[in-house]
């Protein structure tokens, strides 16, 4: 069975600083997608980033990067120059054949 | 674009009772849509996905008598929860793909609780 673990539940910041989030997932499937997802306290569900399996190439998105290892089964985000409004609870996600599964979750502080 | 709504956002309702909570795709045609459960500073969990015009297929462990959903149209999927019990509060999200599954577009999520 696929699961994706965030073994961070919390993570805090300093404004204008780096942070890196962690996920790892267990999958038997050779094609994929992972995502990871921002939701602050609005709940709405927002897309960060997201890489397919086959790329090797690290997804990136302004100030969003992944670190993507397949043979780990690792999926790290970095989030650069943080700012105020990154603070949220964000997700870790995977993909394959019509299911989805998300991490738990790690709630991000940034401290001004 | 690719916007997905929610209606109603927030809805109380007496224990025994149905509620129905809309998914509406705004500016695409969503082939198909799946619903989400989210518990208080808990993840999402996958409750079914729908194919328009087609029965949904549903997670194990959902009870698909106490879920009903319906895609009946490409812009519009609805879940009924029925005989509504407190331990249905929750915080229901839905969201939908048009060309692509992994392409998902979220609603704003609807909170039920249930007295």
């Known amino acids: 069975a696929q699961t994706v673990t965030q073994s961070q539940p919390e993570m805090s910041v300093q404004e204008a600083e780096t942070v890196t989030l962690s996920c790892t997932y267990d999958?038997?499937?050779?094609?994929?997608?992972l995502f990871w997802y921002k939701q602050p306290p609005s709940r709405q569900m927002i897309l960060v980033i997201r890489q397919e399996a086959y790329k090797q190439q690290n997804a990136t998105e302004n100030r969003f990067s992944v670190n993507f290892q397949k043979a780990a089964k690792s999926f790290s985000l970095k989030i650069s120059d943080s700012q105020l409004g990154d603070a949220a609870m964000y997700f870790c996600a995977y993909y394959s054949g019509n299911q989805f599964y998300f991490g738990t979750g790690t709630s991000l502080t940034v401290i001004p | 674009g690719a916007v997905v709504s929610q209606h109603p956002s927030w809805v109380i309702c007496k224990s025994g009772t149905s509620v129905k909570i809309e998914c509406r795709s705004l500016?695409?045609?969503?082939?198909?849509m799946f619903w989400y459960r989210q518990f208080p500073k808990q993840s999402l969990m996958l409750m079914a996905t729908?194919?328009?015009?087609?029965?949904?297929?549903?997670e194990q462990g959902v009870e698909k008598d106490k879920f009903l959903i319906n895609h009946a149209s490409l812009t519009l999927s609805t879940l009924t929860v029925t005989s509504a019990h407190p331990e249905d509060s929750s915080f229901y999200i839905c969201?939908?793909?048009?060309?692509?599954?992994?392409?998902?577009?979220f609603g704003p999520g609807t909170r039920l609780t249930v007295l």
């Open positions: 969201s939908a793909s048009e060309l692509a599954p992994h392409e998902q577009f």
């Open positions: 999958t038997s499937e050779s094609d994929y997608y």
């Open positions: 500016d695409f045609q969503a082939t198909t």
């Open positions: 729908s194919n328009e015009g087609s029965k949904a297929t549903y």
